[in-house]
């Protein structure tokens, strides 16, 4: 019989012809009805609405053994319908035929619409049943957890509870977690929480996996770990993997790498694809680009499908763009055989975070010339390219290319769009398609006031600033007084800071954190220390890891470089363990007031006791520090040292920009002997660059090494070194 139907799925005759050659013999087989069940289920993927409709008659020509077995098909059938108009047809059927105080049918079209999202329909079928059972319940309330409907399935529990003879169980719960995810509301959660455990449920992997989603989604990460490492016994693979990304998408990058390390040591657990794409991102941040290599190669090892998986070959993408390893990207981006659009808008990322944005430009060219479908993500990114670039030229015939493509209206497009018009200081281009917009929402506000504020057009930052107040429907957030006070920044003024002081203590902004962060930040940065430190003194102010950073960066950059190292102290005593960012503002304080000593002592501290890996930015401070005390000769041996026994794991220190850096502090300070030998180590690393050549012969002409200078100009005037191209800072 199997191969029959087989044989019917491959050659298609008429159903007529299908039914003559049904033996007698098989009309009361229960094989028959199952071969007659998957011939409905296959109808509905591979044939047209008719020929499905077809096939249901011969399942009503069916003789069926008894009533279970008619049930039983029938609802598979029911499952088989994946689209509105196979769904109306079956639900007229079950109504025609008179099925509909059949529980388990009925409770199959419940199932039928949810997947559909028609949770209207799935409603009218739920209020259809007579006598409910617990699938009918959970059905409903899993498709309006779903769908975010988080007020109609707390309504929905509250009558199940009602009802005689029903027991919520694992399904209404999980429904019920996935809710108060949704809704943020953490109170609600944490009495779901606590019913769990009375009842002798909560030992159940999936809800407390669930328990833990939910908790992350409420930010409260802290009971979400909590939950992992004390109540989590039997770990599975989900569960490490909701971890790691819930770090990731939080922003704390270390912590999902540590998990992550975790998770591979675990005996009878391996990471799989899901637990690759959400560390590597982590990696990148990081800048951890041996450990990305690493994971690349189990990769390999494994057969993981990288071109197939297309959120696994865009992390690994960002991953290496994050880290500059531009090389390694284009090689895995070639090797993608039909690259996906989200891949080539991920290599364009890569481009931009290289500042390669011409290559990322090209790259667009070439998803023209293939035909790529483009998208908002494409039109987002290159956006971005234009306005790091600051290229008007560019960024109107991108803009001109959406518009044709019908992508300018999107807003998220359109946002990327001001910010670009914004970013090359063309804020009347800017203003003409906000005022055209049919669509906004506050990130476009915001985006308007922060480009005003930052190409120095204050009054008309501060007069969309008050027309969003009382004009329009957006009211005035934590990130608009941020972009107020960062375009001040660049407004350089002071009084503009204290008028939106003023402003954040009238609204009792000032229990915002991020906020307030920013203001201290923003007093610093004028040179006002003493505002600064009383805000970050007071009482009320909810300081947080960013806080600390602030301020001891604030005093580094106004020349108290011994206040700085006092708060990181006093710091520590508060219970907070300095990060990268600490360190990086420590070591630069240092660097800034001359204070070699403290600056060594902290560096040292850095990677001794936190075990904190150096990166770009400590590298370049600590140099910068020895630099600017005529300690060139130990600089030197600094950045030889880590390259040779490998401190600098991840950093792109033996590269032409440190040696370079070093270059100018020999040309500053006249010291011939390390010129001579950083300048040697960048003629051999062949930098084309034409001014660290120049640099090395004003090195030698200011020793009178008048015949290595010629030497030198020499090597340019033959064409070994190239001058690269100026751009000018006209605005095309």
Not at 1 to 10: A, E, G, H, V
């Amino acid at each position: 019989m199997n191969t029959l139907i087989k044989s019917f799925y491959q050659n298609r005759p008429s159903l007529f012809l299908f039914r003559k050659l049904l033996p007698a013999s098989f009309s009361t087989s229960h094989s028959v009805l199952e071969s007659y069940a998957s011939l409905g289920c296959c109808y509905d993927v591979r044939n047209s609405f008719g020929e499905f409709r077809d096939a249901f008659n011969v399942f009503d020509e069916m003789p069926m053994r008894n009533n279970g077995d008619l049930m039983h098909s029938l609802c598979r059938v029911i499952k088989a319908s994946n689209n509105i108009e196979k769904g109306y047809f079956v639900h007229d059927y079950v109504k025609r035929k008179g099925f509909e105080n059949h529980i388990i049918v009925m409770n199959s079209l419940i199932s039928m619409y949810v997947k559909m999202g028609r949770m209207d329909l799935a409603q009218q079928v739920f209020d259809d049943v007579v006598v409910k059972d617990i699938v009918s319940w959970n059905s409903l309330l899993t498709g309006y957890a779903q769908k975010q409907n988080w007020p109609r399935v707390f309504d929905l529990f509250l009558c199940l509870r009602q009802a005689d003879n029903l027991v919520p169980n694992v399904v209404t719960y999980l429904a019920l977690l996935l809710s108060v995810g949704h809704a943020n509301e953490v109170g609600i959660g944490m009495s779901f929480h606590g019913h769990l455990i009375s009842i002798g449920l909560y030992s159940n992997v999936q809800l407390g996996t669930a328990i833990f989603y939910m908790y992350a989604k409420c930010d409260r990460l802290d009971y979400a770990v909590v939950v992992f490492e004390q109540d989590l016994i039997n770990k599975s693979l989900v569960s490490w993997n909701a971890l790691i990304a819930t770090y990731k998408q939080k922003g704390y990058d270390a912590e999902a790498a540590d998990i992550y390390e975790r998770l591979v040591l675990e005996p009878d657990i391996k990471p799989d694809s899901f637990s690759f794409a959400n560390v590597l991102p982590a990696y990148g941040r990081l800048g951890y680009i041996q450990r990305i290599k690493s994971i690349h190669s189990v990769i390999i090892k494994r057969g993981l499908d990288m071109k197939g998986d297309v959120v696994l070959s865009t992390a690994m993408l960002d991953a290496y763009g994050k880290c500059s390893d531009v090389k390694a990207a284009k090689f895995l981006f070639d090797c993608i055989h039909q690259p996906t659009t989200a891949t080539w808008n991920a290599l364009i990322a890569v481009y931009n975070l290289s500042d390669e944005i011409e290559n990322g430009l090209n790259i667009f060219g070439q998803m023209v010339r293939h035909k790529v479908s483009l998208d908002p993500i494409t039109m987002v990114t290159l956006f971005q390219s234009c306005g790091q670039m600051g290229s008007l030229k560019h960024g109107k015939m991108i803009h001109g290319f959406s518009l044709l493509k019908g992508l300018s209206s999107n807003l998220i497009v359109g946002n990327a769009l001001i910010d670009m018009y914004m970013r090359c200081g063309c804020t009347k281009s800017a203003q003409v398609f906000f005022s055209s917009m049919c669509t906004e929402n506050i990130v476009t506000w915001n985006t308007m006031i922060y480009g005003y504020m930052k190409n120095g057009c204050s009054s008309s930052g501060l007069t969309l600033f008050r027309q969003m107040r009382f004009v329009n429907e957006y009211k005035p957030d934590s990130v608009t007084i941020i972009s107020l006070l960062q375009g001040s920044l660049a407004a350089s003024g002071s009084c503009y800071i204290e008028l939106i002081h003023a402003y954040i203590l009238k609204q009792g902004l000032v229990s915002e954190t991020q906020v307030m962060n920013i203001l201290i930040d923003s007093y610093a940065k004028i040179g006002i220390i003493d505002k600064a430190r009383d805000l970050f003194m007071e009482n009320d102010f909810k300081r947080d890891q960013s806080s600390w950073n602030i301020m001891i960066a604030g005093y580094g950059m106004n020349g108290q470089g011994s206040e700085s190292s006092k708060l990181f102290y006093q710091m520590q005593d508060n219970g907070y363990a300095p990060d990268a960012i600490t360190f990086t503002s420590l070591l630069s304080s240092c660097s800034h007031c001359g204070l070699i000593e403290d600056g060594c002592k902290f560096f040292d501290l850095m990677v001794t006791k936190y075990k904190i890996k150096p990166t770009m930015e400590h590298w370049t401070c600590i140099i910068d520090m020895l630099g600017r005390a005529n300690g060139l000769e130990e600089a030197y041996d600094v950045i030889r040292t880590a390259i040779s026994q490998k401190y600098s794991e991840g950093v792109p220190l033996d590269s032409v920009a440190v040696w370079g850096a070093l270059l100018s502090a020999c040309n500053n300070n006249m010291n011939m002997k390390v010129g001579g030998l950083v300048g040697l180590k960048l003629s051999k690393m062949e930098s084309g660059d034409y001014m660290y050549s120049s640099l090395i012969s004003n090195l030698y002409s200011s020793n009178e090494k008048w015949k290595e200078a010629r030497e030198i100009r020499k090597v340019f005037g033959d064409g070994k070194l190239m001058k690269k191209p100026g751009v000018s800072s006209l605005k095309s």
